[in-house]
């Protein structure tokens, strides 16, 4: 049998405002998207087996920096901050809009996005425009599909259904996988695919 991917060390690094993360570009990166509250922060500590690594909260727009993890000395975790929370202002929203600009015209390190949406809701306008982003980058992403606890098994088929529809088109899709981080439902298969992305055989 594989022995499943072992998390050894995790450590917070450092913030970027600006998106430019040069200073760390040698290494593998893994990047977590998602509009706010969907539970990005939530779900690098559930894999990351940490209480609060990264911060979460309640109010939308907790993460307003990215924010780098490095896991086993060898590669990044990129908490990107949520889009599409309403208090937020139009200069706010546009100062997010070129952060993540910047940070993805920098880099050529991403090797996997983690495009992290709520299994009970449609995707939004700003979903798809990420995802199309990393379509057109040709990033490879797993579309997370969080807060699977709060669905039966049931209603888990259906929208599992929709959102492979939805999605029919896209060519970096890798995989629908419904998650939890508060039971840690789908870990193991997660973190399969973590393996294989930073040993580069996802492409
Ligand atoms: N039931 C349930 N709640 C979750 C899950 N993941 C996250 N949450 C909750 O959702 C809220 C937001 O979680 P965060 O991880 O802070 O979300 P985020 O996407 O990082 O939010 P921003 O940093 O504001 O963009 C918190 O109250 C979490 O406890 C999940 O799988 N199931
Ligand atoms: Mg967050």
Redesign the pocket.
Same mark, same amino acid.
Request: aromatic share 4%; proline share 8%; charged share 20%.
């Given at each position: 049998m594989n022995e499943s991917f072992k998390i050894i060390s995790s450590e917070y690094i450092t913030s970027s405002a600006s998106g430019k993360n040069i200073e760390i570009e040698e290494f593998r990166q893994i990047v977590f998207t !998602?509009k /706010? +509250? =969907? &539970? *990005? /922060? /939530?779900l690098i500590n559930s894999l990351l087996n940490r209480k609060n690594l990264a911060k979460? !909260?309640?109010t939308? &727009? *907790?993460?307003r920096l990215i924010n780098f993890f490095l896991v086993n000395s060898s590669f990044y975790f990129v908490d990107l901050? &949520?889009y599409g929370y309403a208090a937020v202002s139009k200069t706010e929203k546009q100062k997010w809009k070129n952060m993540i600009e910047v940070f993805f015209r920098n880099t050529k390190s991403v090797k996997l996005a983690f495009s992290i949406l709520d299994i009970r809701h449609p995707p939004t306008e700003n979903d798809f425009s990420l995802i199309r982003m990393f379509e057109s980058l040709k990033i490879p992403q797993i579309i997370i599909l +969080? *807060?699977k606890? *709060?669905l039966s098994n049931n209603e888990l088929f259906v929208q599992m259904k929709l959102f492979k529809k939805i999605f029919s088109e896209f060519e970096t899709i890798f995989d629908f996988v419904p998650?939890? /981080? =508060?039971n840690h439902f789908n870990r193991e298969k997660v973190l399969d695919y973590l393996d294989k992305a930073v040993n580069e055989e996802i492409t």
């Open positions: !998602g /706010s +509250n =969907v &539970g *990005k /922060s /939530s979460t !909260g309640n939308p &727009g *907790k993460t901050p &949520g +969080n *807060k606890d *709060k998650y939890s /981080s =508060v």
